[in-house]
């Protein structure tokens, strides 16, 4: 699912959707956030509240906040060809 240890500071995700659309976001818990992502409507996105089940399919770690939402942006440039590019090239089984 990742190419980096998502244990402290922040992460960068992509979630795939239930529709087969990608959503990216940035945390400091990814396993928090998906839960929020797929059982909160308080807490979770509301673009992801009616295209549940999420699943994360990428995690990329950031030193801080501030570069956490440059990547979050770059990424959220990108085409989703390149986006699916970026999440096959983690993936060491792939």
Known sequence: MSESNSTSGWVVY???????????????DPERRLQEHNSDNRLGA???????????????????????????????????????RLISASRPDQ
Do not use: F, N
């Open 14 to 28: 992509i979630l795939q959707c239930a529709d087969q659309t990608l959503y990216t976001g940035v945390t400091t």
């Open 46 to 84: 509301r673009y992801t509240r009616s295209r549940r089940p999420v699943t994360m399919i990428y995690q990329e770690s950031c030193t801080d906040r501030s570069s956490a939402c440059q990547r979050e942006a770059a990424i959220k440039k990108l085409s989703r060809q390149a986006k699916l």
